[in-house]
């Protein structure tokens, strides 16, 4: 049995996910729609964005993949492959959520059973990019359009079940 999990990612109209380090907007209200879909979830996240966000998130288990073995972040778990990282959440026993980066979305995307998926009304600069999305495998089953200083829209995207003959 796979492990079920759900992507959470906000992208601009043009797919910008990030700029180096760091998510090049900033959205109110979004960080709270954040929190609202992953409080009491596991999270996994790759190395490098657990370091954009800086500390484990308050009322999450967070996990970090990364290739590095003396890598040791403080009140996180660590895995050292993204197959480890999803088994170790799934004994969390909590919905699990991977929370990017680039590298983990593109690793990921295609098991996932849900994609939360926030669209910034802008276009940006940036060099790190959602997957092409949505594919066939994904049907939209909630849309809801916010008005902030940048205007959003959240879409919850949930795979088709396929037929087992
Ligand atoms: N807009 C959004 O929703 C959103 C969400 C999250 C992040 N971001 C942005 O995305 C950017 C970061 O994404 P990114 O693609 O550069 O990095 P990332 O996916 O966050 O992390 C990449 C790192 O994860 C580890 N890793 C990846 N695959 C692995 C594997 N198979 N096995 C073991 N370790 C693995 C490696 O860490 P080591 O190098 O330590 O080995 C790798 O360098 C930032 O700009 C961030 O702000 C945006």
Not at 3 to 10: F, R
Not at 142 to 151: G, L, R, V
Request: hydrophobic share 35%.
């Amino acid at each position: 049995m796979s492990v079920n999990y759900s992507l959470v990612a906000a992208r601009s109209r043009n797919h910008i996910i990030g700029r180096d380090a760091d998510i090049p907007w900033q959205v109110k209200g979004e960080q709270a729609l954040f929190k609202k879909i992953t409080l009491g979830g596991c999270l996994v996240m790759g190395r490098r964005t657990f370091e954009s966000i800086g500390r484990p998130l308050p009322g999450r288990i967070s996990i970090v993949v990364t290739r590095q073995n003396d890598y040791k972040p403080e009140g996180c778990l660590v895995a050292h492959d993204i197959e480890e990282g999803l088994k170790q959440a799934e004994a969390s026993e909590r919905p699990i959520f991977v929370i990017g980066g680039g590298e983990l979305y593109a690793a990921t995307l295609a098991r996932a059973q849900r994609v939360h998926l926030t669209t910034i009304d802008l276009e940006v600069e940036g060099n790190v990019f959602f997957p092409q999305f949505p594919t066939d495998a994904f049907t939209c089953t909630h849309t809801e359009h916010f008005q902030s200083n940048h205007n959003y829209c959240y879409q919850i995207f949930d795979r088709n079940q396929t037929e087992v003959p």
